[in-house]
């Protein structure tokens, strides 16, 4: 059994920055990815970013360029994710997840079996 806690979130003007964390307490499989969703208020939950169990990564296309995920080194059970230039439509709840057979950077929800309890992010204009 895996547990994800999640940390950061908060309130921010439009063009501030915010970094959101992710711990994993557990047994991790070797190979797993780890990634972000968000789900703003009656929208669906929606992939974010992943990174890899070899550090590759992956974004969706309105967070390219502003968001990088990443975690320490030789800290497989860890994740961040820095969030520069936000917007009031970046708006959210972020979850943490972890796919572990999902494939090397999967960003569908379904490719993920365990997640977190999710932090908000409001983003005023």
């Known amino acids: 059994q895996v547990r994800l806690v999640e940390s950061g979130g908060g309130s921010v003007q439009a063009g501030g920055s915010l970094r959101l964390s992710c711990a994993a307490s557990?047994?991790?499989?070797?190979?797993?990815?780890m990634g972000w969703f968000r789900q703003a208020p009656g929208k669906e939950r929606e992939f974010v970013a992943a990174?890899?169990?070899?550090?590759?990564?992956?974004y969706a296309d309105s967070v390219k360029g502003r968001f990088t995920i990443s975690r320490p080194k030789n800290a497989k059970n860890t994740v961040n994710l820095q969030m520069n230039s936000l917007k009031p439509e970046d708006t959210a709840v972020y979850y943490c997840?972890?796919?572990?057979?999902?494939?090397?950077?999967?960003?569908?929800?379904?490719?993920?079996?365990?997640w977190g309890q999710g932090t908000q992010v409001t983003v005023s204009s």
């Open positions: 990174i890899s169990w070899s550090d590759s990564t992956r």
């Open positions: 997840a972890v796919a572990q057979f999902g494939g090397p950077l999967p960003h569908r929800t379904s490719d993920y079996n365990y």
């Open positions: 557990g047994s991790i499989v070797s190979g797993s990815a």
